[in-house]
Nanobody, 124 residues
Framework: QVQLVESGGGLVQAGGSLRLSCAASGRSFSSYGMGWFRQAPGKEREFVAAIRWSGSITYYADSVKGRFTISRDNAKNTVYLQLNSLKPEDTGVYYC?????????????????WGQGTQVTVSS
C-alpha cells in the first residue's frame, strides 16, 4: 500500500511558477512509475507528466511541454512537478499517482495509487 500526499498548490498570476511535491509512504517508492494528472472544473482528468522509476524517462502532455518539469528524489520518496510560465488554462486540481509496474505512462488506468490532489489556480 502506498499513500501519496501532494502539496505546493496555490494561486498565482499568469506567467508565474509553482512547484508541486508529492510525498509517498512505503519502501517501494523507488520502483514505482509516477505521474501527475490534473482535472479542471467540468472537465475530465487529463495526463500532465510521468517519470519512470529510475528517473531516466519522462513524458509530457503537449500542452505543458517546455513549461513543466517532472523529477523525483527516491531518497526522499518524493516526486516533483515544476510549473513555469503558467497559463489560466493550467488551473485545476493536480493529482500525483503511482504505478507499481515502474513504467512512465500517460494512461491513468495504469496507476493504482492516487493522492488527494492540490489546487492550482492561475489568474489572468
Amino acid at each position: 500500500q502506498v499513500q501519496l500526499v501532494e502539496s505546493g498548490g496555490g494561486l498565482v498570476q499568469a506567467g508565474g511558477s509553482l512547484r508541486l511535491s508529492c510525498a509517498a509512504s512505503g519502501r517501494s517508492f523507488s520502483s514505482y512509475g509516477m505521474g501527475w494528472f490534473r482535472q479542471a472544473p467540468g472537465k475530465e482528468r487529463e495526463f500532465v507528466a510521468a517519470i519512470r522509476w529510475s528517473g531516466s524517462i519522462t513524458y509530457y502532455a503537449d500542452s505543458v511541454k517546455g513549461r513543466f518539469t517532472i523529477s523525483r528524489d527516491n531518497a526522499k520518496n518524493t516526486v516533483y512537478l515544476q510549473l513555469n510560465s503558467l497559463k489560466p488554462e493550467d488551473t485545476g486540481v493536480y493529482y500525483c499517482a503511482a504505478d507499481p509496474s515502474g513504467w512512465a505512462t500517460r494512461d491513468g488506468a495504469r496507476y493504482d495509487y492516487w493522492g488527494q490532489g492540490t489546487q492550482v489556480t492561475v489568474s489572468s
